[in-house]
C-alpha cells in the first residue's frame, strides 16, 4: 500500500506527541518523588508515585502511620503538574500481637 507524505508525517508527529506525554508524565511523577523523599525521608521509602495525563497521581504503598499518607498526599498535590492526588492505594503497618 502506498502512503503519502503527509499521512506518514502525520502519524510520525502523533507518535512523538505521545513519547513527549509519557515523558512529562515521567517527569511529574519524578519531581513527586524526589518532594516525597526530601520531605519524609525514610517514612516515605515504601511508597510510589505514578501521574496521568491528566494530573491526577496516585500513591500506593506502606506508611508507618494514617498521618504519613496524609502527609504524603498533601506533598504531591502541591507538585507542578499534579491537579489531585489520591492515596487509596497506600497502607500503614498495624500489629494485633501482643508481647
Known amino acids: 500500500m502506498k502512503t503519502s507524505y503527509s499521512a506518514t508525517l502525520a502519524l510520525t508527529l502523533a507518535a512523538l506527541g505521545l513519547s513527549m506525554a509519557h515523558a512529562g508524565e515521567t ?9 516525597l523523599t526530601q520531605e ?3 517514612t516515605a521509602k515504601d511508597m510510589t508515585v505514578a501521574v496521568d495525563g491528566n494530573g491526577v497521581a496516585t500513591l500506593q504503598g506502606w506508611a508507618q502511620e494514617p498521618k504519613d499518607v496524609n502527609q504524603a498526599r498533601y506533598l ?16 500503614t503497618w498495624s500489629s494485633t500481637d501482643k508481647y
Open 76 to 91: 504531591v498535590s502541591r507538585v507542578e503538574g499534579v491537579k489531585t492526588a489520591h492515596s487509596t492505594g497506600v497502607r
Open 40 to 42: 519524609m525521608g525514610a
Open 27 to 35: 517527569e511529574i511523577a519524578a519531581k513527586a518523588r524526589q518532594t
